[in-house]
């Protein structure tokens, strides 16, 4: 079974930049969408920004033009590149793969934490 795994969180002051990174231990091309989805305490999950397989992307609003999301296939990865962060940002960021229908895969998550 193909796992993911997540890093590239971390401490940030407001304002600055983390990168995260989803790599998989099998092929990725199978899978429709893959992203990133955050979870702050006390919150439910949220979907932040995907790809499909094709290279079509999503953000959420409240991240657009700040966060941009890439998948390279041919590496099983996708990249989650996030500027000018804010205390909203911070939480815990789950990759996820999905075949269309439901998320067939979770990693474990990376906590992302910003400071003033």
């Known amino acids: 079974q193909v796992h993911l795994v997540e890093s590239g969180g971390g401490l940030v002051q407001a304002g600055g930049s983390l990168r995260l990174s989803c790599t998989a231990s099998?092929?990725?091309?199978?899978?429709?969408?893959m992203g990133w989805y955050r979870q702050a305490p006390g919150q439910q999950r949220e979907l932040v920004a995907s790809v499909t397989q094709f290279g079509t992307t999503y953000v959420v609003d409240s991240v657009k033009g700040r966060f941009t999301i890439s998948r390279d296939n041919s590496k099983n990865t996708v990249l989650l590149q996030m500027n000018d962060l804010n205390f909203e940002d911070a939480g815990v960021y789950y990759c996820?793969?999905?075949?269309?229908?439901?998320?067939?895969?979770w990693g474990r998550g990376t906590q992302v934490t910003v400071s003033s």
């Open positions: 996820f793969a999905s075949g269309g229908y439901s998320i067939d895969l």
């Open positions: 099998g092929s990725v091309a199978v899978y429709e969408d």
